[in-house]
Nanobody
Framework: VQLQASGGGLVQPGGFLRLSCAASKFMLANYAIGWFRQAPGKEREAVSC????????NYLDSVKGRFTISIEHAKNTVYLQMSSLKPEDTAVYYC???????????????WGNGTLVTVSS
């Protein structure tokens, strides 16, 4: 089983990016798929989560209204649409998968690779 994150890059402040998290060798049904990020010298923080069972979502306060998480079941992929990007959004972004929902998870967490987002002029 594997999660593959992609879509990072260099973008100017105010710009947008869409990150993708594609799952292989397992289906995303009944999982909580989340995005974490870690900036240089800072602790890792949870950015957003989506429960694949019912589509419920949650967001870090600082990204509410700017980021949108969604799932495309046909492609077994979760997206993080990021807009109005700020320099403080610069970080390596990781996707994760937990069995259950965003409010209740169990089992062993699966981590994907990281994808670097740099917001700079």
């Amino acid at each position: 089983v594997q999660l593959q994150a992609s879509g990072g890059g260099l973008v100017q402040p105010g710009g947008f990016l869409r990150l993708s998290c594609a799952a292989s060798k397992f289906m995303l049904a009944n999982y909580a798929i989340g995005w974490f990020r870690q900036a240089p010298g800072k602790e890792r923080e949870a950015v957003s989560c989506i429960s694949t069972s019912d589509g419920s979502t949650n967001y870090l306060d600082s990204v509410k209204g700017r980021f949108t998480i969604s799932i495309e079941h046909a492609k077994n992929t979760v997206y993080l649409q990021m807009s109005s990007l700020k320099p403080e959004d610069t970080a390596v972004y990781y996707c994760i998968a937990d069995r259950g929902t965003c409010g209740y998870t169990y089992g062993i967490r699966l981590w994907g690779n990281g994808t670097l987002v740099t917001v700079s002029s």
